[in-house]
């Protein structure tokens, strides 16, 4: 065989496996085959049984709220019969610390529910103060007074928007496309108000109660590293925990005061 | 018998083991060879880089399929499934009839095919040939009427075949779409099919594609990998930046993606190196970057050897010892730049440096903070004064004018100070030139100080007269010092009572209280031109209240230490000694002394005090008389440039070259730690000492200044890659001059960069609204004459902030000269511009004014007289609108405010996109809303209510 002739049948050899690479994907279409290979943080996880719950509690004496002047509008104060506390500290004379937002920080993500998570502008105090909420999921703000408010959402990590409401009942809908802990919001027509948000892409999350209890549930069975994050004391140590299916586990958080 | 001779030159025997050894030996070569190219460095990178790939594409692909559990797409695909399988399951009933109709196309093809590709055709040849020759027979005077007739008959034919082209095509469609019918239901799943795994089918492809498949192996088989492998050497090849090899200029090629596969692909932002992406794609290498990779490639920043493909080919460089370790360890790295290589990486911390190739032109270098910050410190610092810098001409001196120096500081505190500025403040920006490594023995020492006496007694005999003209009244240090930090003083000042932010454009003040007097405080803070007519500090305006204020919160920061530290005082006969020194290379020995017994105290004093600061020089940095132009006494670094010296040129004396590398960082880092230090073991005579001061800079600021020295080379870049040359560069330059020289960037964001003092907002958790605004788009913003007036004679746009735009001694040149910067930079049609706004009247009106309330936008808005509640969320006068604002910047700002300035504006968009606009005024059209209220606002202003 003279060279020629081998590299034309090479050529056509090449040219075989080419076509032969090409057409070996043809069945591959529909869900559910490969993607075996996640492993790390980008893993996705299905919805379990077990649960972590807890407590918050803040060490030493908590600050006394200060009180919030609404002068400045009195639509605004006009809404609230006495005076309204600032809600940066919500602890009681147990020390149980509320508004804390509490999260498992290394499971993988779950798709986002589609039922949004609601944010209200009522007596110009948003509610609720401190929430969670997933990556995807959309952000109901609405305004509930008869004034201007803007939302001022200062994400960091996710894109920033200020919005202005100017008329009563008016409602914005919005997602975060990035996991963030927290996300402040604020209004600059009212200078007290401001509100925090938990972005995470699953829903292992819980804001701690009036009681400084939380409960965070639907976990797969895993070894997880729980954090607490505050808006003033900012993140706790993590901790890691153990949970079997349909099992639950106790994790306890505490804050000293400043 | 005679003997056989065998004539030929050669033995044939011996020639075949000849034979056989060499192709032996070359077939080992070969062998040899393709196994060397085989197992190329490069080509294990890319294999690495496909299963990198094909295990980010498999976690894409588990995300697919979870979103896809999530969001019901399984169900919809598995029920579309079924729904499929039934509807196939309903063709089969039809199948008979699909497959006549299919027949009947296939024929009708075979039909079209005769019909149109042969006898067509053929025809209209023959009719193309017969109406030439027909053509050139009449144009002998021939008319062929056969032919004519011919050619008639055959375009009927012509005619008729068309016709049968038409209607086989006819049938043939109508069959189609009788199939197409019959399958209409089906088909529609099967496209619904497709598109619900769309995503999906094109990662399987992209894995399919990446896998180590016998198709991978066959066509980068040894050997075989000549005619199509998948694994390339990869390059781009520059032709607007070639490289200059003295007597010519070649293309310059960079290989590097062959191994950095990801640095232009999003996604690898954390994967190791080399497969990590390069960092801000929006900037460099990306294809829509000003800096895309197959423009400008990569060894015109990076340096290196840009065709090699191995990594110590590369001349890769390690950006510390640390790294160094790890690259000897792992590669067998060894320094290039100690081995000869001229083309050496710029180590990775160094390689802002490189902007410069291309702008060093400009004032500074946006996004290179690095370089920029090298760049200031060089300037304020006064390197500049001693070491010339093409592109850093003409910059205001670094150190205070010494024309009045009698009327503000003492004779001994200058003594002091300029014997160990440090001791007075750590912070202090003058260098020591005394008690250094090379000048604390006892000899040294007292030469330094009768040095330092005399010229100290020089310059305040050169010295003008000056006393402050006001009288410090007394004021409050608490309200003081809350004041400095309030108004705007730590935009360029630095304090030690403050911790959040600490700038070092202008001198620190944590011990000026034992240099200053109060009355100098005074009236300097009030009127800092009633001292120096030139200096760059401006007014705050001041109240006489706020300037006691402030003055005693200064005067109470003393370093006591210092005020008791001993005056440095001298020895008459060592002054004397160092004239005659002077005096000797040109009158001997005898005849210096003689000239100084004619001399009396003043005149030695004046002399050596002349000889010292020419020494030194002083005037490099301080405006002295008669000196205002003498030419900085150190080495020029761009002539030639620094960085592209030969290391044979820089004297690295005795040093150790374990401690000090031999190369240029290493020169340049010990240079600027201990300037001194290659004197070491040196035997030098006094005059002939290392002169160059110490800055005790920090590790960062070092750093800096390195990264603008080691970015000054040779490398030729052609003038049409060289930036702030072309167009509007110059005049934007000569802004830009104006806003360095003066620090606008201390308070403000300019061109999306400086804005320094929002550390401390930042760090003090103060709203950053409530800070100096960011100056995007304020070409568009303002109109011109506002522009002039406000720069003129600063009225404050928010009065109720503490912070206050100062009011700067500048000439119109200056004012000209921002103006200018920024409305060319926004691409403003400059200086005239037409205005368009509307006069409202009628319904439209009515509307705007509706809308106007509806936005409430006096919640927040000055107008005129009427004030909001709050201060604490008040925005600028409304009235004011139509003399300060642009038009169409007035809708874009209404359009979306943060785009307009930044994320931090209090301003909120009421129109967001995707929702409906917030008044059903003018039909609820978002536009004519924004129109109308820009309408208004300006009519507002113009009392046209």
């Known amino acids: ?258 | 018998m005679a003997d056989f001779k065998d004539e030929r030159a050669y033995d044939s025997q011996t020639l075949t083991k000849w034979f056989l050894w060499s192709s032996l030996a070359l077939l080992v070569c070969v062998g040899l060879m393709a196994y060397l190219d085989y197992h190329r460095e490069w080509k294990y990178y890319q294999r690495r880089f496909m299963t990198l790939q094909r295990i980010q594409a498999r976690q894409q692909l588990g995300q697919i399929n979870s979103q896809a559990q999530a969001d019901g797409a399984v169900a919809q695909y598995k029920e579309l499934k079924s729904e499929l399988r039934e509807a196939n399951q309903d063709l089969k009933a039809h199948d008979d009839e699909i497959d006549k109709l299919q027949n009947q196309e296939a024929s009708l093809d075979a039909q079209m095919y005769k019909v149109k590709n042969l006898h067509y055709q053929i025809l209209k040849a023959q009719i193309s040939a017969n109406v030439y020759s027909y053509g050139e027979e009449l144009k002998n005077g021939k008319d062929n009427a056969g032919l004519k007739k011919k050619i008639d008959d055959e375009n009927n034919q012509a005619d008729a075949l068309n016709q049968q082209i038409f209607q086989i095509q006819q049938s043939h469609d109508e069959a189609a779409t009788q199939v197409a019918d019959i399958t209409a239901s089906r088909d529609e799943i099967k496209a619904k099919l497709i598109k619900l795994t769309a995503d999906y089918t094109a990662v399987r492809a992209k894995i399919q594609s990446l896998s180590f498949n016998w198709l991978f192996y066959f066509r980068n088989a040894m050997l075989l990998d000549f005619m199509a492998p998948t694994l390339q050497i990869q390059q781009v090849v520059l032709k607007n930046l070639p490289e200059d090899l003295y007597f010519a200029k070649t293309m310059r090629v960079d290989r590097c993606m062959t191994c950095h596969q990801a640095i232009d692909k999003k996604g690898f932002e954390d994967a190791p190196e080399p497969f990590r992406t390069h960092p801000n794609l929006d900037l460099y290498v990306g294809a829509n970057s000003p800096h895309p990779m197959d423009k400008v490639g990569c060894t015109i920043c990076h340096g290196g050897m840009g065709p090699a493909v191995s990594f110590n080919g590369c001349a890769h460089m390690a950006n510390d010892a640390v790294e160094a370790k790890e690259w000897a360890h792992k590669y067998g790295w060894t320094n290039p730049e100690l081995e000869g290589v001229q083309s050496i990486m710029v180590p990775l911390k160094y390689s802002q440096g490189s902007c410069l190739k291309c702008h060093g032109s400009q004032e500074y270098v946006n996004f290179a903070p690095k370089l920029d910050r090298g760049r200031q410190l060089m300037a304020t610092r006064g390197c500049l004064g001693c070491h010339k810098v093409k592109g850093l001409e003409g910059l205001t001196k670094a150190g205070p004018a010494l024309y009045r120096v009698k009327g503000k500081l003492t004779k001994d505190f200058v003594l002091k100070w300029v014997w160990s500025p440090k001791s007075y403040n750590t912070e202090a920006r003058m260098p020591s030139f005394f008690q250094q490594s090379n000048n604390s023995d006892p000899d040294s020492l007292a030469k330094n100080k009768a040095e330092l006496n005399s010229l100290v007694d020089y310059l305040y005999d050169k010295s003008e007269d000056y006393t402050p003209n006001e009288a410090a009244p007394p004021g409050s240090v608490s309200a003081g010092k809350k004041l400095v930090k309030e108004v705007g003083c730590l935009a360029c000042h630095g304090i030690d009572d403050v911790t959040s932010h600490h700038a070092d454009f202008a001198p620190d003040l944590s011990a000026v209280g034992s240099k200053l007097s109060a009355n100098f405080v005074y009236t300097w803070i009030k009127n800092p031109q009633h001292f120096n007519p030139d200096t760059r500090m401006p007014s705050l305006r001041l109240s006489d209240k706020e300037a006691a204020d402030i003055t005693a919160y200064l005067m109470s920061k003393k370093n006591p230490d210092f005020d008791q530290a001993e005056v440095p005082n001298f020895d008459p006969a060592v002054r004397d000694e160092l004239i005659v020194e002077y005096l000797t290379p040109q009158l001997g020995v005898g005849g210096a002394n003689a000239q100084l017994t004619q001399m009396d105290e003043h005149a030695r004093q004046m002399y050596l005090g002349e000889k010292t600061l020419n020494k030194y020089g002083c005037f490099g940095c301080h405006m002295i008389k008669g000196f205002e132009t003498a030419q900085g006494i150190g080495t020029d670094l761009t002539s030639p440039p620094w960085g592209s010296k030969q290391l044979g040129q820089l004297d690295f004396g005795f040093t150790d070259p374990e401690q000090i590398p031999h190369t240029h960082a290493g020169f340049l880092a010990a240079k600027l730690s201990n300037p001194r230090q290659f004197d070491k073991d040196k035997v030098v005579a006094f005059k002939d000492k290392l002169k160059m001061p110490n800055f005790y800079l920090s590790d960062d600021d070092r750093e800096a200044i390195m990264t603008a020295v080691l970015g000054l080379t040779d490398t030729y870049v052609p003038d049409e890659m060289t930036a702030g040359i072309h167009g509007n560069g110059p005049l934007l330059e000569k802004g830009r001059r104006v806003i360095a020289d003066f620090n606008c960037r201390g308070c403000h964001l300019i061109e999306d960069q400086g804005g320094e003092i929002r550390e401390m907002y930042n760090k003090e958790g103060i709203d950053l609204s409530l800070a100096p605004p960011n100056l995007k788009h304020e070409g568009e913003k303002v109109q011109i004459p506002w522009f002039h007036d406000f720069l003129l004679g600063v009225h404050p746009i928010r009065p109720w902030l503490h912070i206050r735009m100062p009011s700067f001694p500048w000439t119109d040149e200056k004012i000209d000269a921002v103006i200018t910067y920024f409305n060319l930079n926004d691409d403003q049609v400059f200086p005239f511009q037409k205005f368009a706004t509307r006069k409202l009247t009628g319904s439209d009106y009515s509307q705007a004014k509706e809308l106007f309330t509806q936005l409430q936008c006096q919640h927040c808005h000055v107008l005129g007289a009427q004030v909001p509640k709050d201060l604490n969320s008040a925005a600028p006068d409304l009235l004011k609108v139509h003399e300060r604002l642009k038009p169409d910047w007035v809708v874009d700002w209404l359009t979306n405010p943060a785009a307009m300035s930044d994320q931090n504006t209090r301003m909120p968009g009421f129109w967001p996109t995707d929702e409906p606009a917030p008044s059903k005024t003018f039909g609820g059209d978002s536009e004519k809303q924004r129109e109308a209220l820009r309408d208004y606002l300006f009519m507002l202003g113009q009392g046209q209510q």
């Open chain 1, 1 to 258: 065989m003279d060279s020629k002739k081998v590299l034309a049948f090479l050529l056509a050899a090449g040219l075989a496996a080419a076509m032969a690479g090409c057409g070996s994907n043809d069945e591959d279409e529909g869900f559910g085959q490969g993607g075996g290979g996640g492993n790390t943080t980008a893993s996705t996880t299905t919805l379990g049984t077990a649960s972590i719950s807890g407590k918050v509690t803040l060490s030493g004496k908590a600050p006394a709220a200060e009180i919030i002047s609404m002068d400045a509008d009195p639509v605004c104060k006009s809404q609230h019969a006495g005076s309204v506390k600032d809600e940066t500290v919500e602890a009681d004379a147990q020390g149980d610390l509320a508004n804390v937002f509490v999260y498992v920080t290394d499971a993988g993500s779950v798709a986002a529910p589609t039922t949004p998570v609601s944010l209200v502008q009522k007596g110009c105090m948003y509610s609720p103060h401190v929430f969670g909420i997933q990556v995807g999921q959309p952000l109901e703000i609405v305004n509930d007074d008869p004034t201007l408010h803007n939302v001022h959402c200062m994400a960091v990590t996710n894109d920033a928007f200020n919005v202005g409401q100017p008329t009563q009942g008016m409602s914005t809908q919005k997602k975060f496309d990035k996991p963030e802990v927290l996300v402040k919001f604020k209004c600059d027509v009212h200078s007290w108000m401001h509100c925090f948000a938990g972005v995470v892409n699953n829903p292992f999350y819980s804001v701690s109660g009036n009681d400084g209890g939380f409960k965070i549930s639907q976990l797969p069975a895993g070894t997880y590293t729980v954090v607490a994050v505050h808006e003033k004391y900012g993140a706790s140590q993590p901790q890691k925990v153990t949970v079997a299916d349909g099992g639950s586990q106790t994790v306890n958080f505490t804050f000293a005061a400043q």
